[in-house]
């Protein structure tokens, strides 16, 4: 029986073996890939676009640019499954970016009441946070966005970059701690020890 690592590590050699292929032009080696990637890719489409339709769109371009983007995929650089869901932001950001484009019909719009249309004190919170979290080691940071702005799992996260699962818990709790004291001066992590 394998264990947890060395499935890992079979599962990142097929993926990279399947990738090969598709820079062969096996179409065959673009089905079993999509097939293993079709669900996670519509899942993470959900939570970044929050739309049915622009979640398969996202599956399907994923897939094309892999067709066409499969020799540029260097195995030395990291996993097979970092260089798909980094493709897969990409296509999300031009996905959302398009859909900005579209004009809203006035009758859809919805004005916020009692706010102001610029609120600076959230701004600069916000501005505070992004600085305080640049000051962080760079293995923390990518940790960070993608689990509070991306919003992924941390399993998800483990996979997105190729490394143990406790690494990811590891370095998460270490970059949250390493943020308290700065976020708690702006009053952001109230009641965060619980």
Known sequence: MESG??????????????LEGIARGDQAALRQLYRAFE?????????????????EELVQEVT????RRASSFDPSKG???????????????DLGRARQRVPTPVGDLVVPTG?????EESSWQQWQVATAIQNLPVEQQRIIHLAYVLQFTQSEIA????IPLGTVKTRL??????????????????????
């Open 79 to 93: 996993a097979a499954s970092s260089w798909i869901f980094g493709i897969a932001r990409n296509v999300a950001s």
């Open 159 to 162: 996979k997105a970059l190729d």
């Open 5 to 18: 690592a060395q499935t890992s590590a079979t599962q990142r050699h097929r993926e990279g073996d399947l």
């Open 39 to 55: 669900r996670p890719l519509y899942t993470l489409g959900i939570r970044w676009l929050h739309d049915q339709a622009l979640s």
């Open 64 to 67: 094309l640019r892999i067709w």
């Open 115 to 119: 706010s102001e249309p610029w609120d």
């Open 173 to 194: 709790y270490q970059g949250l701690r390493a943020l308290r004291p700065m976020l708690s001066e702006l009053g952001i992590t109230e009641g965060a020890d619980r």
